[in-house]
C-alpha cells in the first residue's frame, strides 16, 4: 500500500504524458503541394509550351484563388478550415506549397472553391492572400480575379500576339467560382498531398476555347463562366 501511495504522483504524471502525447498525434499539420503541368508538360513560365490544340504558347504568368477548405475524414465527417484562403502563383513556389491543420487518423477527401466566396468579395479591404496589392482584384464594384492566366502565342490575333484572361465573376447569373471535390485514396507518411493542376483543361475541358478565336477576357459574364466551368476540372490528385 505504501508503495502505491508513493508511486501515485508518478501514475498521474504518466497519464497526462500519454494523453498529452496522444493529442498531439492527433493534431497535425496537412501539407498541399499543388504540380502545374500542361497536358504532359511540365509549366515552366517564359518557356515555349503547346496546349491541346497546338497552339505555341508562353506563358508568363498563372494564379488563382483556393479558398474554403473542407476536409472529409474516414468516418464521412466534414470539417471546414475556417479562414481558409490561399493564392497559389506559379511565379512563387513557395505559394504552391500550403499548411492546414487536421487531428484525424485518416482523410477521404477535399473539398474547396477556386475563387473567393461572395462574403469576402463584398467586405471592403481585406488583408493577407486577399490583399488587393496582389493583382487580382478588379475594383471596388467588381471584386476579386478568381483565377489569372497571362502569356503570348502566335494564335493570338491582338497586337503584339498575347492573351490575357482575368476570370472572376460573384453576382447572381456570372458566378465563376467552382467547388472541387477529390477523393483521397491516401496520403504520404509525411502528411503531404499532391495536387496536379493541369492548365490544358483550362481550354478544354467543359468548352473547346482556343487564342486564336479568342485570346482576352477581363471581364465577369458568359465567357468568364465558360472558362470558369473549365477550370473547375483542373485538378486531380497526382
Not at 112 to 119: N, P, Q, R, T
Not at 160 to 182: D, M, S
Request: with cysteine; net charge positive.
Amino acid at each position: 500500500m505504501r508503495l502505491i501511495k508513493y508511486l501515485k504522483p508518478f501514475i498521474k504524471l504518466f497519464f497526462i504524458a500519454v494523453l498529452f502525447g496522444s493529442f498531439c498525434a492527433d493534431n497535425k499539420n496537412l501539407i498541399i503541394k499543388f504540380h502545374h503541368i500542361i497536358g504532359v508538360q511540365q509549366l515552366v513560365l517564359n518557356d515555349s509550351l503547346e496546349n491541346s490544340f497546338g497552339e505555341k504558347i508562353v506563358v508568363t504568368k498563372f494564379k488563382y484563388y483556393i479558398s474554403n477548405i473542407t476536409l472529409i475524414n474516414e468516418k464521412k465527417e466534414s470539417i471546414p478550415i475556417h479562414n481558409s484562403y490561399f493564392l497559389i502563383d506559379e511565379a512563387d513556389s513557395a505559394s504552391k506549397k500550403i499548411s492546414i491543420p487536421f487531428k484525424w487518423k485518416k482523410i477521404t477527401g477535399i473539398e474547396f472553391l477556386v475563387g473567393v466566396d461572395s462574403i469576402k468579395n463584398c467586405s471592403g479591404i481585406q488583408t493577407g492572400a486577399l490583399d488587393p496589392m496582389l493583382g487580382m482584384f478588379w475594383t471596388w464594384n467588381s471584386g476579386y480575379i478568381f483565377a489569372k492566366l497571362e502569356g503570348s502565342s502566335t494564335a493570338s490575333t491582338v497586337a503584339g500576339h498575347y492573351f490575357t484572361y482575368h476570370i472572376g465573376g460573384y453576382k447572381a447569373g456570372e458566378n465563376a467560382a467552382r467547388k472541387i471535390k477529390l477523393s483521397i485514396p491516401s496520403i504520404s507518411k509525411n502528411n503531404t498531398l499532391n495536387i496536379q493542376v493541369d492548365l490544358n483543361k483550362w481550354f478544354t475541358a467543359v468548352n473547346d476555347i482556343r487564342i486564336s478565336q479568342t485570346p482576352i477576357c477581363n471581364n465577369p459574364g458568359a465567357l468568364a463562366m465558360q472558362f470558369a466551368d473549365n477550370y473547375a476540372h483542373l485538378f486531380t490528385i497526382k
